[in-house]
């Protein structure tokens, strides 16, 4: 099983290296990267993310953070890294890694490293954050990476994600057709809605919103005879409605094809 798993992360580190997709992978990035990036651009869901994942963060001066799965770095990466007391990214990519040791070289308390967050390998713990931005749903096992996560956050320590998922119906059909065809796909687990019980169970969800939800069907608005003003309209107040909504209704919040969750570590007490 080991080994098995080594070879996977070997693959994984292949493909993010050079990206070599296959014909029907090349196809789901088209459209997802397509027609979905151009929707999140229009009506700014990238930065309202980020923006959410800034203010959960909140101060981390005197904090030790581990950025998992950090790539070259992520929109939030120099800010962790240069007001906290000690900043790790780790990622399976050495050329990922070299790249953000570059950026970080004049930041004496912040390093990253080509590490296997589940090994043995990867020795630190305690950390204050763990910030994963679409990284989560990488894990195939879930109770094993809960485990993990739980031995490696500090008292009170506070986990958030990114990820995407197959909790509404449509995406989960789009998704399971797709599967048998998909070059990633064994490093590739978007959460289910079973996933996202295991999360709440092992860890206090402090806050959670959704993207795309409603708002995911926005592209049917070509169809009508109106103006790309008012679809564009429409599509913000649809993506409003999931991210406010998403943090109360649960149904709301499986319709979304991209999550956030907040969480923070369970007291032992």
Same mark, same amino acid.
């Given at each position: 099983?080991?080994?098995?798993?080594?070879?996977?992360?070997?693959?994984?580190?292949?493909?993010?290296?050079? $990206?070599?997709?296959?014909?029907?992978?090349?196809?789901?990035?088209?459209?997802?990267?397509?027609?979905?990036?151009?929707?999140?651009? #229009?009506?700014?869901?990238? #930065?309202?993310?980020? %923006? %959410?994942?800034?203010?959960?963060?909140?101060?981390?001066?005197?904090?030790?953070?581990?950025?998992?799965?950090?790539?070259?770095?992520?929109?939030?990466?120099?800010?962790?890294?240069?007001?906290?007391?000690?900043?790790?990214?780790?990622?399976?990519?050495?050329?990922?890694?070299?790249?953000?040791?570059?950026?970080?070289?004049?930041?004496?308390?912040?390093?990253?490293?080509?590490?296997?967050?589940?090994?043995?390998? $990867?020795?630190?713990?305690?950390?204050?954050?763990?910030?994963?931005?679409?990284?989560?749903?990488?894990?195939?096992?879930?109770?094993?990476?809960?485990?993990?996560?739980?031995?490696?956050?500090?008292?009170?320590?506070?986990?958030?994600?990114?990820?995407?998922?197959?909790?509404?119906?449509?995406?989960?059909?789009?998704?399971?057709?797709?599967?048998?065809? %998909?070059?990633?796909?064994?490093?590739?687990?978007?959460?289910?809605?079973?996933?996202?019980?295991?999360?709440?169970?092992?860890?206090?969800?402090?806050?959670?919103?959704?993207?795309?939800?409603?708002?995911?069907?926005?592209?049917?608005?070509? $169809?009508?005879?109106? #103006?790309?003003?008012?679809?564009?309209?429409?599509?913000?107040?649809?993506?409003?409605?999931?991210?406010?909504?998403?943090?109360?209704?649960?149904?709301?919040?499986?319709?979304?094809?991209?999550?956030?969750?907040?969480?923070?570590?369970?007291?032992?007490?």
């Amino acid at each position: 099983m080991e080994r098995k798993q080594e070879e996977i992360n070997r693959r994984q580190k292949e493909f993010y290296h050079n $990206f070599q997709k296959n014909f029907a992978t090349k196809i789901w990035y088209s459209l997802r990267n397509g027609i979905l990036t151009k929707f999140r651009k #229009s009506v700014g869901i990238e #930065s309202v993310v980020v %923006q %959410q994942h800034y203010e959960w963060i909140g101060d981390v001066k005197g904090k030790k953070v581990l950025d998992l799965g950090c790539f070259q770095g992520n929109s939030l990466s120099m800010y962790l890294a240069q007001n906290a007391s000690e900043y790790i990214g780790i990622d399976l990519s050495e050329k990922a890694v070299e790249h953000l040791n570059g950026r970080l070289k004049d930041i004496s308390t912040a390093n990253a490293y080509a590490v296997d967050f589940l090994s043995d390998e $990867f020795k630190e713990k305690d950390f204050d954050l763990i910030y994963a931005y679409a990284v989560l749903h990488h894990f195939k096992d879930v109770d094993e990476l809960i485990s993990k996560l739980n031995e490696k956050l500090a008292p009170d320590g506070k986990i958030i994600s990114y990820d995407p998922t197959t909790t509404s119906k449509p995406i989960w059909l789009i998704r399971k057709l797709y599967r048998p065809f %998909q070059s990633d796909k064994d490093w590739e687990w978007p959460f289910t809605a079973k996933t996202i019980s295991k999360f709440e169970n092992a860890f206090r969800v402090i806050d959670r919103r959704g993207t795309l939800g409603k708002s995911k069907w926005f592209f049917l608005l070509n $169809f009508l005879p109106i #103006s790309e003003g008012k679809r564009i309209g429409k599509g913000k107040k649809w993506h409003e409605e999931d991210w406010e909504k998403s943090r109360k209704s649960k149904n709301r919040f499986l319709e979304c094809m991209q999550v956030s969750l907040f969480m923070e570590k369970k007291s032992d007490r």
